[in-house]
């Protein structure tokens, strides 16, 4: 475990465990790169094999990996149902122990996204439910199904259905989850007019209409047998199809991609950039952000931003260096923030997986780079390149501790014919651990603590014993009247 420099008033103090460990490598047939990226700093290994269209990852509590499978040849078509397996690496040498263990197998036929939040899983698949699971007793036990969240799309809405999820901890509670989920456009170029309808499975209170061109959020109430369901919101507007989540674990701002407008004429060249956008953590559930859809976007290559209404993206990805001869980076698909023990310069950004030209790999697939991007500077390049021999689509993401897992849907390409055909790669850090940031100053009578990663924990003493600060986000206001504390901050 790594902690931030402790800081009581002005004092600052840093401490530092680091554990690293020589194991044999794998061949790869990429490796990392990018402005003052050291490859030798890394461990990269090819975790699991063999696996028929892997996408969505989620860190179990042991450390092992629960992962979305699909028994089909085709990953949008087949009858028999997907999978969640787990997988473990006892000897954390980055290759998975096996061929994993089925926790629960009676899920929709496609599945692209995963999350773990307290004692329970959710796992979507369009044009599916997203299912709600119960772990059990230790990570190995099989799950058990707690219920089902059912959207029903008017007849011919055919495009950018529900594809990604994403939990958090409702604020101020201990027993309710936040669950986010897009409904996408029901086109490429114009506004959605028609909604869908949300019913339920045993989770009473989940219904309503869903605005397309959104993002939605509900909050689950676990009483650690039931499920009920409350404050169906929008919380954002104007988006063709934002299928990548990820929350800034210090600030709990949320992050999400924006995939661009389609070519009008070229279906391979985009009419506007895919975008990296969010909406700060004290916003949500407010006003519903507008970010502009379909009238409002930056242009590809140009860069122009057209319309000029709406909330414009942190960043539009652009060919590189050169906007119209560079590398090209498309279809943005997850999303993670990069691994907090990952060395300086790739520890505090957004690490996004771009699929790409929809059916192709290797050479003929020069859209499908791993892309490491820097919220702060608007800044990013590509940290695996794309159109490289096989390589499919990295689509999947999941960052641990000091680990990027990394998911290749199908390194053939063909998402019509890849059985077996999956991948999963682990992008381990070898260097020593730099710990967290933990700054304090005044601001009037308070005095407020600011931190990069991790989470605040909080102390009478030096000595510990240390408690995590609830719902504790950067930057952080203390009491004027608050007794002696110490504080670090800890991942």
Known sequence: MMFSRRVRLELQVAFLSVLLMVVQL?????????????????????????????????????????????????FSSGTNPGRLVRFTDA????????????????LSPALTSVRVAGNLVFVMGRPHPITVLRMGATPASPLTLAGRLIITYPSGWTMHQHSELTVRKSPGF???????????AESNFAATTRTATLTNENISGASGSLPGDSIQMITLIDDGATLTATNLTRIASGLRNPAGFA??????NFYFEENGIDGLVDGNEPHSADELNFIARTNIGGAVDFFGFPSNYTSYRTNVFVGGAGI??????????????GRESEGPNQ???????????????VFLGFHGKFSFAGTTNEENPLVYADPATGSYFH????????????????????????????????????????????????LPATPPTLTIHRVGVHL????????????????????????????????????????RSVY
Do not use: C
Not at 385 to 405: N, W
């Open 312 to 325: 414009p993206p942190l960043i539009a990805f652009q060919p590189i260096p050169n906007p119209f001869t």
């Open 26 to 74: 794998s061949a790869q047939p990429f490796t990392v790169q990018g402005p003052g990226v050291n490859s030798n700093d890394f461990r990269v290994t090819t975790f699991a094999s063999g696996l028929s269209f892997p996408l969505g990852m989620a860190e179990l509590p042991d450390g092992s990996l629960l992962v979305t499978l699909v028994q089909n040849a085709s």
């Open 335 to 349: 999303i993670t923030f990069a691994p907090p023990g990952f060395p300086s310069g790739l520890n505090t950004g």
């Open 247 to 252: 929350f800034q674990p210090a600030t709990g």
């Open 448 to 487: 407020e603590l600011t931190w990069d990663r991790g989470v605040l924990q909080e102390s009478a003493e030096t000595s510990g014993p240390w408690t995590e600060v609830t719902d504790a986000f950067s930057p952080l206001l203390l009491p004027p009247d608050s007794s002696r504390k110490f504080f």
């Open 174 to 184: 201990t027993n309710r989850y936040d669950l986010f989920f897009q409904t996408g």
């Open 91 to 106: 000897d954390t040498n980055g290759i998975a122990d096996g061929a994993g263990t089925v926790l629960y197998s009676n």
């Open 383 to 430: 940290f695996i390149l794309g159109q490289q021999p096989g390589i499919g689509h990295l689509d999947g993401l999941l960052a641990t501790r000091d680990s990027l897992f990394v998911a290749d849907l199908v390194t053939t390409g063909s998402t019509s014919s890849g059985l077996g055909a999956g991948v999963i790669y682990q992008i381990k850090s070898l």
